[in-house]
């Protein structure tokens, strides 16, 4: 089983969608853009977004596992994949990357 790094790409704040829809909420995402975390395997990175670890762990666990080839060469690098978070008001977009690196 390998390591996997997934790197912050892109947050976004869709704030007339929060305006409309979102009651007010004193914390939201602590995610910035260039953010690195480390997937000790199957094992959700301390400090990662528990919300966001929910969409983006099964496509973790397939790469830490030498899963590669997503939907029939969708991603450049066979060995990744962009996945986003589920929110909706502030999608964050991670690249997942199969590290050499054993997991522990």
Not at 37 to 59: H, L, M, T, V, Y
Not at 68 to 75: A, L, R, T
Request: glycine share 6%.
């Amino acid at each position: 089983m390998k390591k996997v790094k997934i790197t912050v790409m892109k947050t976004a704040c869709y704030t007339d969608l929060i305006e409309a829809y979102e009651n007010p909420i004193l914390h939201a995402c602590d995610m910035h853009e260039g953010q690195v975390f480390i997937a000790n395997g199957w094992k959700r990175p301390q400090d990662f977004c528990e919300s966001a670890w929910e969409s983006i762990s099964p496509f973790v666990m397939a790469l830490a596992h030498g899963g590669e080839n997503f939907y029939d060469g969708w991603m450049k690098n066979k060995r990744s994949a962009m996945i986003s978070c589920n929110d909706g008001f502030r999608p964050v977009s991670f690249l997942l990357e199969t590290m050499d690196a054993e997991a522990d």
